[in-house]
């Protein structure tokens, strides 16, 4: 489970919009949000840079955290 919907959600931003910030098609992004797919390290770094640069207050493990809990 990872948090990328809900920090661009508080930029107001739309997923099309966010993800031509990133360089990226929309689908790609859709499937990271919607977990069908795991990004990875470098591409969890390239989120959390762009949420942040876009005026978001983020980290790599508020965006993408740990799944302790379900172990």
Not at 28 to 42: H, K, T, V
Not at 45 to 67: H, K, W, Y
Request: charged share 20%; hydrophobic share 30%.
């Amino acid at each position: 489970m990872n948090n990328i919907a809900v920090e661009r959600q508080k930029l107001g931003l739309s997923q099309s919009k966010f993800a031509q910030t990133l360089g990226w098609g929309r689908s790609r992004l859709s499937n990271y949000e919607s977990n069908l797919r795991q990004p990875g390290l470098s591409e969890c770094r390239q989120i959390v840079e762009t949420l942040n640069m876009l005026g978001a207050d983020c980290s790599l493990d508020s965006v993408f955290p740990s799944d302790q809990n379900h172990e």
